[in-house]
């Protein structure tokens, strides 16, 4: 069990057609810095245990088949880059995702994700360089607040 490497800083298991779902083990990996498990075959949603990773400052979980909401990411501190493209997520996008204090790039094209963008998009305006939302079904207005991210470099909205 995956949940048993308990010093495990970094772990990579990019592009090996790994199918099942994300196990709730990962939780117990307190040291993890960085989590890449891009290009496999994983289903299900992503684990509500994955909050206690706060050393996490990477997530890639692109190209894979996830489903369910992104709320497990919200309280993440320590995480500056998500990359979540290419799965089927669902739901809206939580303010509190914008309220991570690090987060400088957020991937989450090509998904199934609905609703406005929420004007907490401001609290990210310290960090966040890189914005991208392309082809989900977001609707509505772009928020003013979005011209207070003055970092922020590179923004895809389209569909």
Known sequence: DIGYLTNLKALNIDENEIDGTLPS?????????????????????????????????????????????????IGMTG???????QNTLTGSIPAGVFALP?????????NHLTGTLPGGIVNAQASLTGLYLSDNFLRGTIPNQICALYQLDNMFLDT
């Open 79 to 85: 995480l500056k880059n998500v990359h979540l493209y």
């Open 102 to 110: 690090n987060l400088e790039n957020l991937f989450l094209s090509s």
């Open 25 to 73: 083990t990962l939780g117990n990996l307190l040291q993890l810095e960085y989590l890449s498990a891009r290009s496999n075959r994983l289903s299900g949603g992503i684990p509500t245990t994955i909050k206690s990773l706060t050393n996490l400052s990477t997530i890639n979980l692109a190209s894979n088949a996830l489903t369910g909401p992104i709320r497990p990411l």
